[in-house]
């Protein structure tokens, strides 16, 4: 009791202090910041002014980018058009972006559609804005010691452009905030996250580089309330919000479904950010669980040339080397591309004799086919080589205090898979107000393993019976979305409709299992292991066992209606219906067995803004997912249901360098499987699971230099109604506490200016390895490091992970054979140079 009240005091008091500071920022009227940098103090030049401190606010009649100056006249400059395009081009200055630059602001206005500041090609520097319809125009004022440049699509402005600015000698593909204003995974359009009511974190490339990041585990822990879960060669599980299998979506489209699990290892080496959407996210995208889904958005071309090369060294033989290129393929700059590509290999983290093997490759096309009309290609490709490690074991109410590195299956025991993605987004404006979308998503997903399955265990002599198997699982899916956006006015409220549908078509093979046939098993002690005391056998003589194919195919058509009243109320309602059928064909017999399913989905929630950088909502969600299992008539059980009631505000400090989410849900989910206590081995849907909780997620930049990423959760998930003796019990690897902690501190002026420093934390709580809480994963404490230097157009940094090299579990499948140990002391050392 006295430390639950103790985590109660320290919460209340980081809530309070983080809401005075905030409360205790200015507000600046009618005006919105999208890109705020600090001003780069000590920068110097003989023959040129300079500009520093670049703000980027919409007004009323357009927008405004603002310079602090030394500039005490307005030098000519020259201006073209190309395409929907104003290019304005200063010569003979030096532009000040800290630390990175380019600026890039993504629609910042209704009419504008992008604004990028950057070097010039010959030095000097450039601004570069793109009208969504047509090219806007632009005029100077000089004022004391500001450059202010007015933008407007209004050609009343003057055409005389006269401009100071300064640069820095290269050019970058991303900013390095820790920021954004904007998310699409919530709603499915350019919404600002302070007028989503519902909790939603976005960890933007910055914070990825800067902690050396390349898993998706590692890159979730700058979210409150996400865990990793199960991490077995096939793929990884994680657990939102208590909830496990939450969905990983590739720029909104699922790589699988529902049922289904997630499949491989995702690749983060183009992945712009990672979209965290807490809480039933079935509106948009149909069967999933309650606790929310992790959507991964892919890196865009760049209108300007950009290329990157990057090396990393780490312990454990760590070696990686990728490529970044990106720029204009023809004179009008209507055609894009990007280019993304990767080799890594390492050895593995405990006892194989098995390497961490990838090539991945990701080209990316963007046509502008005319002023209203973009068409965005892609393919990506993996081909993946990992360790099939089935982890440690439980005794008792504990894991086994046996090393963590221990391998219990066999030295060479392999998972290979390949992955294909390809597509297209399409996008054609109609007008200023009406636009519709549609998007295409194919992927072919196979692996292939060798591995060691369990038959049994015995604790006291710690040897476990096993047989080795092979297992090919092919799949692919199909998937199709539309949507119409529209934008109108009724009396005094603005709406932005979206209107949609989906369809999604999964085809997996019966599983082509082999083993369990002469001279497959045999037996290893976890206190004594001996490696290849029985050889593995030739799989070709072994029994094969098929699994039935399974199609799957599910429609989605949705309506939300987003409302704004004034500028302080966003109301936003939703409702969506889903169908789902699945298909189960017996390979020998062909007999088919076939689950039909449907469910109406809604969503409800309210954002109001007291003053411009609070903003207090509710809102109301519902999830829906296929159910498993049948009842004694032989029928399948009807859907879970999940639904979530949320409260919490969202506050932005410093003009939005500095933002606070504190949120409490309560999440139930209704309709689980369990077992019918009027008839042995058969099913009812009388279960049901709660997470109840609060989350506090801090991120920004506090002073020019120091960036901090901190979050807490307290979350109390648990049975509340079952059959099966559980009720009451505490949902697999959800802990009450978790935190995390990042801050980083760039020196910004002096000689070392470009250094700076990084430390963080990562702690988790005792969590349960099942349903029936019969054992222990215990708690951990990480910690982290890094310090990296930046000048000109390369970057170098060292990371280091788990820095005392502490023991810990991750997660686990439910049981008490495939428990997950952590990775121990990681060093990674990575170089990156821009041409």
């Known amino acids: 009791m006295n430390n639950h009240l103790c985590h109660w005091s320290a919460l209340t008091i980081l809530g309070v202090t983080g809401i005075a500071i905030l409360n205790a920022a200015p507000v600046i009227a009618e005006t919105q910041d999208f890109e705020v940098l600090p001003p780069t103090i000590e920068i110097s030049s003989e023959n040129a002014d300079v500009l520093t401190d670049v703000q980027v606010q919409a007004t009323e009649s357009g927008l405004v980018i603002t310079f602090e100056t030394t500039a005490e006249a307005l030098p000519a400059v020259t201006t073209t058009t190309v395409g929907d395009r104003l290019i304005i081009e200063i010569p003979d200055v030096i532009l000040s972006l800290p630390g990175e630059n380019i600026v890039e602001v993504l629609q910042p206005t209704a009419e504008i559609e992008s604004v990028q500041i950057s070097p010039g090609e010959n030095g000097g520097g450039r601004i570069v804005i793109t009208g969504l319809t047509a090219p806007p125009m632009a005029a100077p004022q000089l004022t004391g010691e500001q450059l202010i440049v007015e933008v407007t699509p209004d050609e009343s402005i003057a055409e005389n452009l006269e401009l100071v600015v300064t640069a820095d000698a290269t050019a970058d593909a991303t900013t390095n905030s820790y920021t954004v204003s904007e998310a699409t995974t919530a709603t499915r359009t350019d919404t600002p996250l302070a007028e989503i009511p519902q909790s939603i974190q976005v960890i933007p490339k910055a914070i990825l580089a800067d902690q050396g990041v390349s898993s998706l585990d590692d890159a979730l822990r700058n979210t409150s309330g996400v865990l990793q879960n199960s991490a077995d060669a096939r793929g990884q599980r994680f657990v939102v919000r208590g909830f496990d299998s939450a969905s990983v979506l590739r720029d909104g489209f699922r790589p699988t479904f529902g049922f289904s699990g997630n499949i491989g290892y995702p690749e983060l080496a183009n992945i712009e950010q990672v979209e965290v959407l807490k809480g039933p996210a079935a509106i948009l995208y149909g069967v999933s669980e309650p606790g929310g889904v992790i959507n991964l958005v892919s890196e865009k071309p760049l209108s300007e040339p950009f290329y990157e090369a990057t090396l990393e060294l780490g312990n454990r033989n760590q070696v990686a080397v990728g490529v970044d290129l990106s720029g204009p393929l023809n004179e009008d700059g209507n055609l894009l591309y990007r280019l993304n590509a990767l080799y890594r290999n390492s050895d593995y983290y405990r006892n194989f004799n098995v390497d961490l093997e990838r090539t991945f490759i990701a080209p990316t096309l963007a046509w502008q086919i005319g002023d209203r009309t973009d068409l965005d290609l892609f393919v990506e490709y993996s081909a993946d080589q990992r360790p099939y490690d089935t982890g440690l074991v439980a005794i008792g109410d504990s894991v086994a205090d046996i090393p963590f590195d221990r391998n219990l299956s066999q030295l060479d025991d392999i998972n290979e898979a390949t992955y294909w993605r390809t597509g297209y987004e399409f996008e054609h404006r109609f007008s200023d107000n009406w636009k519709v979308r549609n998007g295409f998503n194919y992927i072919a997903y196979n692996t292939i393993f060798e591995s060691s399955f369990t038959l049994g265990f015995d604790p006291t002599t710690g040897d476990l019976d096993r047989s080795y198997i092979q297992l090919d699982q092919p799949s692919s899916t199909y998937a199709v979305q539309t949507n119409v956006v529209g934008e109108f006015s009724t009396g005094a409220v603005d709406h932005t409709v979206l209107m949609g549908v989906d369809y999604i078509h999964r085809n997996q093979s019966g599983n082509n299992l082999r ?287 788990n820095l005392f090299d502490v023991e810990h579990i991750t997660g686990t499948r439910n049981n008490r054979f495939e428990v997950y140990p952590g990775e121990g002391f990681t060093l990674l050392g990575t170089l990156a140079v821009e041409f």
């Open 515 to 801: 083993g369990f046939g002469p001279n497959s098993s045999f037996t290893q002690n976890i206190f004594n292991p001996v490696y290849g005391t029985v050889p593995r056998p030739d799989f070709e003589t072994q029994p094969i066992i098929r699994f039935g194919d399974t199609y799957i195919n599910a429609v989605g058509i949705y309506l939300q209606d987003q409302m704004d009243i004034g500028d302080r109320l966003h109301l936003l309602a939703g409702l969506r219906y889903d169908t789902v059928s699945q298909r189960v064909v017996n390979p020998t017999s062909l007999a088919e067995t076939t689950q039909n399913d449907d469910a109406f989905v809604p969503r409800l929630g309210v954002v109001y803004r007291p003053i411009e950088p609070i903003s207090l909502y509710t809102s109301y969600s519902q999830s829906f997912a296929p159910n498993s299992g049948t009842n004694v008539d032989g029928d399948t059980l009807p859907p879970e249901a999940g639904e979530q009631f949320e409260v919490g505000v969202r506050a932005e400090a410093l003009e939005g360098a500095l933002v606070t989410n504190l949120a409490y849900f309560d999440i139930r989910k209704n309709n689980v499987a369990t077992s019918d206590p009027d008839n042995i081995g058969f099913s009812i849907n009388a279960g049901q699971q709660r997470s109840q909780g609060i989350e506090l997620d801090v991120m920004g930049e506090i002073l020019p230099g120091w960036k901090i990423v901190a979050n807490y959760a307290y979350t109390d998930a648990r049975v509340t109604a079952n059959n099966d003796g559980q009720a009451g019990n505490r949902l697999i690897n959800s802990p009450y506490h978790s935190a995390n902690l990042w801050t980083t501190y760039e020196l910004q002026t002096g000689s070392l200016k470009g250094l700076s420093f990084g430390v963080g934390v990562n702690y988790v709580g005792d969590r349960f390895g099942d349903l029936n809480n019969s054992f222990s994963l215990g708690d951990y404490f990480l910690t982290n490091a890094a310090i990296a230097y930046r000048q000109d157009n390369w970057r170098a940094a060292l990371n280091f992970r």
